[in-house]
Each structure stands twice: as structure tokens, then as C-alpha cells.
């Protein structure tokens, strides 16, 4: 079975522009939630998705946004981009939302 | 929100000795998983853990639900289990909070 699959793994943007990052879900699976990386902030929840309706959201300004299709692909969008949104980004897959998945996520620089 | 506490923050070991990983919750859990994170970031499952004791080779963990923590044992460690080891929780399906890892460095 295929793993959860993110693109693009790296990307370099500059302050002010957006970007989208893509997540593929391990076949089956129907949740797919997002999370931050920082040095300073750990690992953080930005939201999750359940045959696509946003089921969960964390504590993220309006600038970080999300959907998911019919095929459970997810996207996450950061619009109006600052330094501070510099991290790893990562995506899990789960069946119901309980044991999740990780793929290896997008690791976005913001200059 | 639910506090989840990992101890201790770093560990030191020589290869071939054991190690005992700490996470405390704050309140009920619907799920727990522990996971290793590998040099490129990516988080790899160890354990899917709500309650009650899991072996994987030298890996083991056990969660207490009713005392609101969970210990992964590694025994024999090995270069290749350094890392950074998360413990994460959900009282939601589908959000979890993550601590803030013990970082283990196994010397050889």
C-alpha cells in the first residue's frame, strides 16, 4: 500500500506572495490533517479534514486555509506569506482520525 | 487545552544499553501514538497505544489511561535509533498534540 505523499517537498517564497502544498492520503483513508514544525513551537495542529468537510481547526490565522476533494487529496493554502510561517509542514492520513499517518512533508522557506 | 509533557528532553546512551521514555497527558485520551523522527523529518509510527502494553522487536510501550501517561522502552539501542521521539495525544479524532519530544543520541 502506498504511503501518504506530499509535494512539492521544498519550496522558497518570499514574504507577501502564497503558496499551496498538496497532500495524498494512503488509499482508504478519508481524514487528513495538517500540522507546523518549528524549532521554537514543536509540532502544532492547524486543522483536519473528513470527507472533505473541516472537522477540527487549531489556533492558526485566517491566512492558513485548507480543503479536500472527492478523492480525499487535501490542499493547504498560506496566503500573504511572513518569515515566521518557515517550517516543516506535514500531512497524516487516517482512516477515522485516530491512528494517523505522516508523509514527509514540505519544507517551506519564506526569505 | 490538553498539556502533554515528555521527559526527559535529552538522553545520552552507549550502544547496547536501555532506555525508558516518559510522555504525562493532562486529561482522558482517546488515542496515543508514539512516533520516531528520522534526520529528514519525517515521523514514522512506532505505536498506536490508547492503553495497555505493545512489543515491536526491541521496542515496548505501555499506556495507564487511568494515571494519564505512557513509557516507551527501548532495549539494546543502537546508532540507528537516534532521534527525536514524539508522544502524541487526541481527545478529537484527527487532532493531536504533540510534546515536545526527547531527543536520543546513541553512541557507539
Known amino acids: 500500500k502506498a504511503g501518504v505523499t506530499q509535494t512539492p517537498r521544498y519550496l522558497i517564497k518570499t514574504r507577501g506572495q502564497q503558496v499551496t502544498l498538496s497532500c495524498s492520503p494512503i488509499?482508504?483513508?478519508?481524514?487528513v490533517s495538517w500540522y507546523q514544525q518549528t524549532p521554537g513551537q514543536g509540532l502544532q495542529f492547524l486543522f483536519e479534514y473528513f470527507s472533505e468537510t473541516q472537522r477540527n481547526k487549531g489556533n492558526f490565522p485566517g491566512r492558513f486555509s485548507g480543503r479536500q476533494f472527492s478523492n480525499s487529496r487535501s490542499e493547504m493554502n498560506v496566503s500573504t506569506l511572513e518569515l515566521g510561517d518557515s517550517a516543516l509542514y506535514l500531512c497524516?492520513?487516517?482512516?477515522?482520525?485516530?491512528?494517523?499517518?505522516f508523509g514527509p512533508g514540505t519544507r517551506l522557506t519564506v526569505t | 487545552g490538553i498539556q502533554v509533557e515528555q521527559s526527559p528532553p535529552d538522553l545520552i546512551l552507549q550502544e547496547g544499553a536501555n532506555s525508558t521514555l516518559r510522555c504525562n497527558f493532562s486529561d482522558s485520551v482517546n488515542n496515543l501514538q508514539w512516533f520516531h523522527q528520522n534526520p529528514w523529518g519525517q515521523l514514522i509510527n512506532l505505536f498506536y497505544?490508547?492503553?495497555g502494553t505493545k512489543q515491536n522487536g526491541r521496542l515496548s510501550a505501555t499506556t495507564v489511561a487511568t494515571e494519564r501517561y505512557s513509557l516507551l522502552y527501548i532495549s539494546s539501542s543502537q546508532t540507528t535509533d537516534s532521534g527525536v521521539y514524539f508522544c502524541?495525544?487526541?481527545?478529537?479524532?484527527?487532532?493531536?498534540?504533540f510534546g515536545d519530544g526527547t531527543t536520543l543520541t546513541v553512541k557507539p
Open positions: 497524516a492520513s487516517s482512516r477515522d482520525g485516530y491512528e494517523q499517518y
Open positions: 502524541a495525544v487526541a481527545t478529537h479524532a484527527g487532532k493531536s498534540t
Open positions: 488509499s482508504g483513508h478519508r481524514s
Open positions: 497505544i490508547p492503553s
